[in-house]
């Protein structure tokens, strides 16, 4: 029998859960209790139903995630947790982690990773809570988690567990006369389940393997050392019946392998390599714990993510899923381009504009007025879970490729030629300085509300925009009516067109700016990105004085 022990411990400054967990250095998770202090705080946040409760546990594969497991066992066990199903040597994706808390109705989940940022000593390490429902804690959970990391002075602890991991079955243990049960779960099978029902697999695989329209369609699927390698292995070598030259990086590694694994055409630029020199109709990447993905197609053809949701929202038809569930809402985070706007105009369906964070969708679809919803920051999903779903977006566009008969530029050719196009580009400067930052964002919201800014004339490159609205974006979610201020500033000018600033919520050592650039063009839809939103890029530098502010001239990251 296992006893428990009660763990005297002073609060760590600074556990408050950004726009998606708490996430760190990983030298900062390694202090004395910093740990065991925010996971002990995310139990007494739900301490009216943690005792007999069960919850899902597991995460990305980077450095320090099976040392966190394991803390998490014995402290599941030493405050009356019943059950932990946990992937096998920790490894679940984000989405993975939302089907199985679904699929058992578990209490909710503790999701291990800092999603796209480095792994490895020197990198980053997250942790994070989801919900009964599969999705991330809303505010309101995450602001109890942290005011508890605020006075926690003690955390209880079952230190005699020890549980392999790496074997796949139940384990139970006595824990002061309680029954204390890890079960490791396979970390796939029920993910793969999932998407097998969702999908149309067999239809799918004739695509692949060229029975459908003759000639193969050759894709490459990258994982980029993360999360999603034994996910991508399962279902595009095993189901689908691609070969191991369809897919790459598909091992886990703690550090992926030095990669910054981040699915975008900076970060995955040797995907985007290998499909414009190779005979690729398709390529996609997801990040270090599966959540985000990049499409593209043959020649390396870049599909935006506000494309992405756009076309998708259009061809719900060509996935079974749909059919059977019906097709509700869609939505948007509000930095996201107006694209699916258009096709839910187009439609007669709901459109939601949110805050940046995929929590903020889960309201909707728990209350059946959401089907479809996506970010600029490469998140596409539905209400099949509660995390957005990188294998699932590919999944998806598959299926619109294998309906329509289409390569994925031709796709994109139609949908412009029907709905006109948004062109959007995100320009991020990385760990610049915080203070000068934050002076930035003030003095930019002082200058945008005071009177006379709107209707105010900015002209470049012989383009001239007149502010039509300018604030600080704040949502009102339709469901609970809870309120989220300053979400973001916005600047919209009389043509439509935007400009978003924000800083990211995401970062885990100084501050990230990130622009945001938006504007339709209803003719006009062939142009360069770059080329198009130039004008409107240095409205945005002019107005927001960016340069002075970061000391930078250039963006570290152009999306
Ligand atoms: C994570 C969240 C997304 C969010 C993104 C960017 O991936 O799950 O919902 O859009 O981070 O957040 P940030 O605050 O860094 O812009
Ligand atoms: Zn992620």
């Not at 997801?286 to 593209?296: C, E, L, T, V, W």
């Not at 969708?361 to 919803?373: T, V």
């Not at 604030?471 to 979610?477: A, I, L």
């Amino acid at each position: 029998m296992s006893g428990v022990v009660i763990v005297n411990t002073t609060p760590y400054e600074g556990q408050k859960p950004g726009t998606s967990g708490l996430r760190k250095k990983v030298k900062v998770f390694l202090q004395e209790n910093y740990t065991e202090n925010f996971i002990q705080s995310i139990l007494d946040a739900n301490k009216d139903a943690i005792v007999g409760s069960t919850l899902v546990v597991g995460g990305d594969g980077r450095y320090l995630l099976k040392e966190v497991v394991d803390k998490i066992i014995k402290i599941s066990a030493g405050n009356g947790v019943a059950k932990l199903l946990v992937g096998q040597n920790g490894i679940l994706s984000t989405p993975a982690v939302s089907c199985i808390i679904r699929k058992y109705k578990t209490l909710g989940g503790i999701v291990l990773t800092a999603s796209h940022n480095p792994g490895g000593i020197d990198n980053d390490f997250g942790i994070k809570f989801n919900c009964s429902n599969g999705g991330p804690a809303p505010d309101a959970t995450t602001n109890d988690i942290y005011k508890l990391t605020t006075t926690i002075k003690q955390y209880k602890i079952a230190n005699n567990i020890t549980c392999p991991i790496d074997k796949i079955g139940v384990h139970t243990f006595n824990v002061e006369d309680r029954q204390f049960t890890v079960e490791v779960i396979d970390s796939v099978q029920d993910y793969v389940d999932y998407m097998k029902e969702i999908f149309d697999f067999p239809k799918i695989k004739s695509l692949l393997q060229g029975s459908a329209q003759g000639k193969p369609f050759n894709v490459l699927i990258d994982s980029m050392n993360g999360v999603t390698g034994p996910y991508v292995k399962r279902v595009f070598v095993d189901e689908l019946g691609a070969s191991e030259k369809n897919v790459r990086r598909v091992v886990p590694l703690e550090d992926f392998g030095g990669a910054h694994p981040d699915p975008n055409l900076t970060y995955a630029a040797d995907l985007v390599e290998a499909v414009k020199n190779g005979d690729y109709d398709f390529g996609a990447a997801f990040d270090g714990d599966g959540d985000r993905n990049m499409i593209i197609g043959r020649g390396a053809f870049f599909v935006t993510p506000s494309d992405s949701l756009a076309v998708l929202a259009n061809h719900l038809d060509c996935i079974p899923y749909f059919k059977s569930t019906g097709v509700r809402g869609f939505a948007r985070s509000m930095p996201t381009a107006a694209a699916v706007d258009r096709v839910a105009a187009a439609v007669g369906k709901e459109i939601f504009e949110v805050p940046t964070g995929w929590k903020y969708f889960g309201n909707l679809m728990d209350a059946g007025r959401l089907s479809l919803c996506g970010e600029e920051s490469f998140g596409t999903g539905s209400d099949h879970v509660r995390e957005k779903d990188g294998m699932w977006a590919a999944l998806a566009w598959l299926s619109v490729i294998a309906n329509t008969a289409q390569s994925v530029e031709q796709i994109l050719m139609d949908h412009w030629a029907k709905f006109g196009r948004n062109y959007f580009t995100r320009y991020d400067y990385e760990e610049c300085a915080s203070d000068p930052c934050n002076e930035m964002m003030q003095v930019l919201e002082r200058r945008i509300t005071e009177a006379g800014f709107v209707g105010s004339s900015h002209s470049a490159a012989g383009k001239t925009y007149v502010v039509k609205l300018a604030d600080n974006f704040s949502y009102m979610d339709p469901i609970d009516q809870s309120v989220s201020m300053k979400q973001g500033l916005r600047i919209i000018f009389e043509d439509g067109s935007r400009i978003v600033l924000r800083l990211s919520g995401t970062g885990s050592s100084g501050a990230t700016v990130r622009l945001y650039i938006d504007s339709y063009e209803a003719t006009d839809v062939q142009g360069d990105a770059q080329v198009m939103l130039r004008p409107l890029i240095e409205v945005a530098l002019q107005i927001s004085q960016l340069q002075k502010y970061t000391g930078r001239d250039a963006p570290t990251v152009i999306t």
